[in-house]
């Protein structure tokens, strides 16, 4: 039987846990630094999903054969070139090829290069510049630090006031670091999540998702990592996938071969279907948080194989979906993205229903879980259409108590 070992401790890592945990390969799964709630399918190990060395360490030590990542800081901070090195097998891409996620200028410049479809885009450094080009174009307009950030580096302002201020946060005040600021035209048109299993010039399809990235319901309020996601996507067409496969990720993944970072791992293709076709906003170089969450529970497909084919190079197995389709809402901690409070008790039902429930920020003291993140829970309904999966994970959410925790009711409210 197989040892794995998943790193990360988020919502995305307990539903890649999920997964293994059901594949009759693997014996035993360690999670670094896990949670709470995959503490119950996994052993967490204290070990941070950043300390390159301790995680090579203790893979070594614990002959683990296959380890999968989770985040972009632990690609970014080259975990899977040191795992290589040692002689270990690791699914996810290089240092270099997670650039492609590290810096929004490399993924425009190549797009720009291998002519995928994107938004008009310049990169400034220079804070002045950035707001003469700004006061040329129209509003809205797209803002985005170069560097990682969580998913709250991308600000769409409104306003002129609003876009000064946060060139200010992003090239004057260092807000996220030391960085360039990408400056983009702003697109109209319903998002897709599209991940795909990329290994060099190989790349297989996973099924569509769509995520909610605003705080409140109709889309209001700042952006965050994902409130909520839904699989698959009613409103993209076949055609629509297609070209997505043939003009965007195939040509992606041949473009980082050219450029000699070779891609392995998922490949995130953050979409939109726009009035003049489908265009990239933005690549990500990992499983997506929360789309894995509402995807890898409509896998067939034993995923032990997945990764062990993309991390040895061998031919990929027949990747099969169910039918069944599913749904998720994100419980998230009262003031999230911005400040919040920790410690507050959660208590669950005895009978959930037709739903999983994967934590992304939960803590365990003397048996019972206590908020220790922003997005807290994310609980995924299943169903024959998305309105069923809607139904049921909504109301397993309204059964969960908790007195620091709010949600969207409106996940999937573009196809309901």
């Not at 906003?281 to 194989?305: A, M, S």
């Amino acid at each position: 039987m197989k040892k794995v070992l998943v790193i990360g401790g988020g919502g995305r890592e307990h539903a890649i846990v999920d997964a293994l945990s059901r594949s009759p390969q693997v014996g035993k799964i360690y999670c670094a630094p896990g949670n709470a709630g995959i503490s119950a399918q996994a052993e967490c190990v204290a070990i941070k999903d950043t300390d390159v060395e301790a995680l090579k360490n203790f893979a070594l030590e614990n002959s683990i054969d296959l380890a999968v990542v989770g985040p972009e800081v632990s690609l970014a901070a080259g975990v899977v070139d040191a795992f290589k090195a040692a002689g270990l097998r690791i699914f996810g891409p290089s240092k270099a090829a997670a650039t492609i996620e590290a810096s929004k200028d490399f993924a425009k410049q190549l797009m720009a290069k291998y002519d995928i479809p994107t938004a008009a885009f310049e990169t400034f450094e220079d804070y002045e510049a950035a707001l003469e080009y700004v006061k040329k174009g129209s509003f809205p307009v797209v803002l985005k630090y170069d560097g990682l950030a969580a998913g709250k580096g991308v600000v769409i302002p409104e306003t002129l006031e609003e876009a000064d201020a946060t060139l200010k946060d992003m090239l004057l005040d260092d807000k996220f670091g030391k960085g360039k600021v990408v400056v983009e035209e702003f697109l109209t048109g319903p998002e897709f999540s599209f991940m795909c299993f990329v290994d060099g010039l190989d790349v297989y399809p996973m099924t569509l998702s769509q995520d909610h990235k605003r705080a409140y319901e109709g889309d209001k309020g700042p952006n965050t990592g994902g409130m909520g996601a839904y699989s698959p996507v009613p409103l993209i067409t076949d055609e629509d996938l297609e070209y997505s496969l043939e003009k965007v990720m195939k040509p992606t993944a041949a473009g980082m071969v050219a450029e000699g970072c070779p891609f392995t791992g998922v490949l995130y293709g953050g979409l939109m279907k726009t009035p003049n076709g489908v265009k990239v906003i933005e690549f990500n170089c990992r499983f997506g948080d929360p789309e894995t969450e509402v995807v890898l529970p409509r896998l067939e497909t034993d995923i032990y194989d997945i990764f062990s084919a993309v991390a040895d190079h061998t031919p990929m197995p027949a990747i099969e979906w169910k039918k069944e389709v599913t749904m998720g809402f994100v419980m998230a901690s009262k003031g999230y993205p911005g400040d919040y409070e920790k410690g507050y008790e959660i208590t669950f039902p005895e009978d959930l229903g037709n739903v999983r429930i994967y934590h992304m920020g939960t803590a365990l003291k003397d048996g019972k879980y206590y908020t220790s993140g922003g997005r807290v829970l994310m609980v995924v309904g299943f169903g024959e259409n998305l309105q069923e999966a809607h139904d049921k994970a909504l109301a397993a959410v309204e059964s969960i108590e908790c007195d620091n925790l709010f949600y969207r009711r409106d996940i999937g409210w573009r196809v309901l």
